[in-house]
């Protein structure tokens, strides 16, 4: 028992479907055979979780992370960050107390990772607006977590059992993309990308196929250069430095070979141009990997759900396979 490694379990929006995916995913029995988990956030959001679900189990708040393992079977191990009114949760409706509650979550689990004291971090949704309205202006998690490691080295990956799939651009305006894309960028994309799918499969070369940005990878120039200015030399130099790599390839076509396991990681230019065909085979299961940085964090693969919070419907199978994954990860090489 005291050798599970402590996962923090950050809320996310507590206004959100957070608080309940949470609870269901620490119902199921498999969360606590094969880890500590420790939640980071708030006792009031929590507790109107507990009561939406019809939960048995209960809290204890904690003063220190590494009290988590001293808390029995059947109760949450709670470190209570904020003390937020209720107003300040209302389901569905983000607020600028609950976004910088939930900044400091994502804070404070980081710091507990880099200091070694708890193994790894998944993460419940956040609201972006929420945390705008805090002062906190990040496009997602992604950024914010590359900022407090003090990293500009990191790809942002979503995996699932068939398909994994990473971003040379995440959450940025599809106008701005173009630009965006840069042999610079696209190269460290697929070098990290083949570190971490390495990792993740535990094969010396994985495979990796990189898209086109263009429809038909730009027509001979056509409907764009980017894949013969651009796309195609990083892919020559991934190519040079050892790393088994094909493409550009045309995202039309590419996914339905990509699910057959032909490859082991897809390379996309932005963020619906990958994560689309892969949310269609991957909704429930898909975890949220941040490759590149110092320390283990995986997240689920969707938003708050406001039109879910507080129904108790919401699935938990997301946030389980994230925390599966995370324990998974630090049974191996740390990113």
Do not use: W
Not at 19 to 27: M, R
Not at 113 to 141: N, V
Not at 152 to 166: E, H, K, P, Q, Y
Not at 171 to 192: F, M, N, S
């Amino acid at each position: 028992m005291q050798n599970r490694p402590i996962i923090a379990i950050t809320m996310g929006d507590p206004s959100g479907i957070g608080p309940e995916i949470i609870i269901k995913a620490l119902q199921n029995p498999e969360t606590a055979a094969f880890c500590t988990p420790l939640v980071i956030g708030d006792r009031l959001a929590l507790e109107r979780a507990l009561s939406v679900c019809s939960s048995p189990l209960s809290i204890t708040e904690l003063a220190d992370a590494e009290d988590a393992r001293t808390v029995p079977n059947g109760s949450i191990p709670l470190l209570a960050l904020s003390h937020l009114a209720a107003a300040d949760i209302t389901y569905g409706s983000p607020s600028g107390a609950a976004g910088d509650a939930v900044y400091r979550y994502i804070c404070h689990a980081t710091h507990l990772c880099l200091t070694g004291r708890i193994a790894a971090m998944a993460t419940a949704p956040i609201s972006k607006e929420a945390m705008h309205r805090a002062g906190h202006d990040y496009p997602g998690h992604t950024e914010l977590l590359a900022e407090l490691c003090g990293t500009d080295n990191f790809v942002m990956m979503l995996a699932g059992d068939l398909l994994r799939v990473s971003l040379v651009t995440i959450h940025e305006a599809l106008h701005d993309v173009p630009g965006l894309v840069t042999y610079d960028q696209v190269l460290k994309t697929i070098r990290i990308t083949a570190q971490g799918v390495a990792r993740l499969t535990g094969k010396n070369s994985p495979k990796l196929v990189v898209l086109a940005l263009n429809p038909h990878c730009g027509e001979g120039g056509k409907f764009g250069t980017q894949e013969t200015e651009i796309i195609e030399p990083a892919i020559l130099a991934a190519r040079q430095e050892g790393i088994l790599v094909e493409g550009p390839m045309s995202a039309d076509t590419l996914f339905h070979f990509a699910q057959q396991g032909v490859y082991d990681g897809v390379v996309a230019m932005y963020h619906d141009q990958g994560l689309i065909p892969l949310k269609m085979l991957h909704f429930d299961d898909a975890v949220n990997i941040t490759l590149g940085l110092p320390i283990i964090r995986t997240s689920v693969d969707h938003g708050t759900a406001y039109n879910l919070a507080g129904s108790g419907q919401a699935s938990e199978k997301s946030l389980l396979a994230a925390i599966r994954m995370a324990v998974a990860m630090t049974q191996k090489t740390r990113y």
